[in-house]
């Protein structure tokens, strides 16, 4: 009888949701600074918060199919990163990680 080595992905999840929130709540901060004029586009807070969204949606998802929901925490790093300039790197680099060890562990 071979046994079979379960791997949970509680770190993927902590670190996809952690990313997620930073970027929320950063892109918020983007489109409230445009409010006062000191921004030059809200557009990219909303891209922002878009991707954070995603990268939510992939934590929920990380259980089911690690290799799709690695792809989506990717892809929400790249446009988080393009949806605002220094504010959101925390929540890219939270988003990589996740995005790599959804991809890369086994």
């Known amino acids: 009888m071979k046994r079979t080595r379960i791997v949970s992905r509680n770190f993927e999840v902590i670190f996809g949701i952690i990313g997620s929130i930073i ?7 983007l489109i409230f600074l445009e ?7 809200p557009f990219l807070g909303v891209v922002a918060i878009i991707a954070s969204i995603l990268g939510i949606v992939s934590s929920f998802y990380v259980k089911k199919n690690t290799d799709a929901a690695g792809v ?3 892809i929400a790093t790249m446009f988080v990163i393009v949806g605002s ?13 996740a995005g790599m ?4 562990r086994k």
Not at 23 to 29: D, T
Not at 35 to 41: D, E, P
Not at 101 to 104: D, G, N, P, R
């Open 23 to 29: 970027g929320i709540l950063s892109g918020s901060f």
């Open 101 to 104: 060890s959804a991809l890369f």
């Open 72 to 74: 989506g925490f990717i």
């Open 35 to 41: 409010s006062f004029g000191k921004a030059h586009t």
């Open 85 to 97: 300039d220094y504010i959101n790197v925390i929540s890219a680099i939270f988003l990589l990680i």
